[in-house]
């Protein structure tokens, strides 16, 4: 009872509290999903637009300067401008800023793009003609998508297994198809494919609408065999007479979703192992289509073109699947943010997903003339002040020449520590974009911990903190005094929150009085795999810090001891007080924990955060979210 009124006046403090504008702050609001710009391409992580529009709505004014030092999906770019800001983006990512550029863009003569969209299409048909059918009475079916299946040989009779959702006994046990097998009697009930040699793929089904519009699913027999080896073989000719070289693209033996996802043991060695060889041939060929028009057509068009290409690919590779449950059983794709391959899998016919793909472009170009969006990209901080509204920076905001006291305001979504791989992830674009690319991604400064610790160039917390200092003090820096940097941030690694705090405290910003919200997401959006996998609360902290000239350190810890001390009694006093709503409790608890991690951060700085991170890691949060 008592804590209730503890968390109503809570809350009407922050409703009461008013920004530098003399706007409220923050008001949480019913997170919206994304508008037609943030569809034209796949980030990860994105978040809300409309908690974005509101921050940028409430810590500046018309005309005024916005950094966001990690602008990913662009929400913080395109929100900005979209109320005239002018806003500076940097991300390392180059598809961060490939995609950016394109929900921004202006397009020069739309005629001209939907003209060169009509020949790609027609090209694509082209690449299908005579094999994308199946026959059931006297009907002709358009195969949507194929369902195909890993195959292995059976670690006890060496036969083959089909590695099938009908042939699932359970996570991680199918079981062999010779009823002699020994596996089948086995405590397991049947054999691990991951102790199983891989030996290839076994399509079996394909998968229609008939003319009724009723879901048809067919058998993949001996014609749908031949009519598949045909259709390869015409795809290899075609890529051979256009001199197309296959490439191979290593996937990094060293990188933490190596180590997760175990690709190489799959036997995916490159990238272009993540397709089937149809898939991953008209994708070429398509790609080189592409190329070709370049020169036929405006660098705005042809760049549109090339996103709705790019977008395509992460629908038709071999990470694709369907569950009935799920998209009315059509199939999905990167639902965990990892390379996450299913054992039966979908081949999916690329004109469907470039034709949706196509109008996502065009939704978007007419959702921005609706709102009159106007862009104008500049490439040099100067320039923003006269001419332009937008400055996309593909490296660390650390290399850009930025001045000391220029920016009005810092709204940003830093990257969470070890739940994303960001670059590792975006990677799986490089080898279809590399030629749009300005920049090689810097995998040294991002700022992200590895899940493994064990191999070669392992990022620690320790590397996160490090990392997140350098951008948070160049961004200090470009800050005018006064003014506010707001960001959203969660996580259930409590380690991770004391690095992005530390980073943020050394840095030089205080937190504002009251200055933490909880904004929840969109309702859609939760029960996506990821977030029930990696436990993270659903929604996002707002914090908001400021520049201020008037820093006050209320302590100073002479030692570590001392620090833990006084985290461990405040956790464990609101552990004790309130125990049923989790959210405002870590709310509460970094309230009342920030002082103590503010003076902790000054005067240790790198010292003896090894240890403390390495203690930290599972004490506090990981029973909360049980
Ligand atoms: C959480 S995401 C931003 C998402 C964005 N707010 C959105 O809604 O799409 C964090 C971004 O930081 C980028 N990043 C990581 N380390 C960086 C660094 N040192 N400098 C610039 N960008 C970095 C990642 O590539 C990633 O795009
Ligand atoms: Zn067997």
């Not at 009872?1 to 019913?30: C, D, E, F, W």
Request: a positive charge; glycine letters at 4%.
């Amino acid at each position: 009872m008592t804590h209730m009124k503890t968390l109503q006046s809570h809350k009407k403090t922050i409703a009461s509290t008013v920004g530098l504008t003399g706007k409220p702050r923050y008001n949480p609001v019913k997170a919206e999903p994304h508008t037609p710009p943030y569809k034209i391409h796949k980030y990860f992580a994105r978040r809300p637009w409309n908690v974005f529009n509101q921050l940028v709505n409430n810590f500046s004014t018309q005309g005024e300067t916005i950094l966001d030092p990690f602008c990913g999906g662009g929400v913080t770019v395109y929100e900005g401008v979209k109320q005239g800001r002018k806003v500076i983006g940097c991300d390392l990512n180059p598809l961060s800023i490939f995609v950016v550029k394109n929900m921004v863009k202006r397009v020069g003569d739309l005629e001209v793009l939907l003209n060169a969209f009509d020949l790609t299409e027609e090209y694509l048909k082209s690449l299908y003609e005579g094999f994308d059918f199946f026959t059931q009475g006297k009907e002709n079916i358009k195969i949507e998508w194929s369902e195909v299946a890993f195959v292995v040989e059976c670690l006890y009779c060496k036969k083959e297994i089909i590695l099938s959702n009908e042939n699932k006994v359970k996570n991680g046990v199918y079981k062999c198809c010779n009823a002699k097998c020994e596996s089948n009697k086995s405590a397991k009930g049947g054999v691990e494919p991951r102790l199983c040699k891989r030996i290839g793929t076994k399509h079996l089904y394909n998968i229609g609408h008939n003319s009724k519009g009723k879901k048809v699913v067919s058998i993949f027999d001996k014609t749908s065999e031949n009519q598949t080896k045909k259709h390869l073989e015409f795809l290899r000719g075609e890529i051979k007479r256009k001199k197309i070289k296959v490439p191979q693209d290593k996937i990094p033996l060293n990188w933490d979703r190596q180590f997760e996802d175990q690709l190489a043991k799959k036997g995916i060695l490159n990238f272009q192992d993540l397709f089937t060889e149809q898939n991953l041939l008209i994708n070429l060929l398509l790609l080189n289509f592409i190329q070709s028009l370049k020169e036929k057509i405006g660098q705005s068009e042809y760049e549109l073109l090339r996103i709705a290409f790019s977008n395509i690919v992460k629908d038709n590779n071999i990470m694709s699947f369907t569950n009935d449950t799920w998209q009315s059983g059509k199939p999905t794709t990167w639902s965990k943010h990892a390379y996450w391959i299913p054992s039966q899998f979908c081949e999916v016919n690329i004109e469907d997903v470039f034709r949706k793909s196509k109008q996502r472009v065009i939704s978007a170009i007419n959702f921005n003339r609706e709102f009159d969006f106007v862009s104008k990209e500049v490439n040099k901080t100067k320039d923003l002040e006269k001419e332009g509204n937008i400055l996309l920076w593909n490296k660390s905001v650390v290399d850009l020449d930025l001045p000391n006291n220029s920016v009005d305001a810092i709204i940003t979504d830093p990257p969470y520590g070890s739940n994303v791989q960001y670059l590792e992830l975006s990677h799986f674009w490089y080898p279809w974009n590399r030629d749009l690319y300005h920049v090689e991604p810097d995998f040294k400064l991002e700022a992200v911990s590895n899940r493994k610790k064990n191999f070669d160039g392992a990022k620690s917390m320790h590397d996160y903190e490090e990392n997140l200092y350098k951008v948070f003090k160049k961004s200090y820096d470009a800050l005018k005094p006064d003014r506010h940097m707001v960001l959203t941030f969660n996580n259930k690694n409590i380690s991770a929150w004391l690095a992005l705090l530390f980073s943020i405290f050394r840095a030089g910003f205080t937190l504002e009085k009251d200055g933490i919200y909880f904004q929840d997401g969109v309702k859609n959006y939760k029960q996506t795999a990821h977030t029930k996998y990696e436990g993270s609360p659903y929604g996002d902290y707002i914090y908001v810090f400021k520049k201020t000239s008037n820093k006050l350190v209320t302590k100073t810890y002479t030692n570590q001891e001392s620090f833990w001390t006084d985290l461990n009694s405040l956790f464990t006093t609101h552990f004790q007080t309130l125990d049923n709503n989790r959210d405002d409790l870590i709310k509460k608890m970094f309230l009342d924990a920030i002082p103590v991690i503010e003076s902790f951060s000054k005067t240790f700085l790198l010292k003896n955060k090894h240890e403390l991170y390495a203690t930290l890691k599972k004490d506090y949060f990981d029973h909360l979210y049980d």
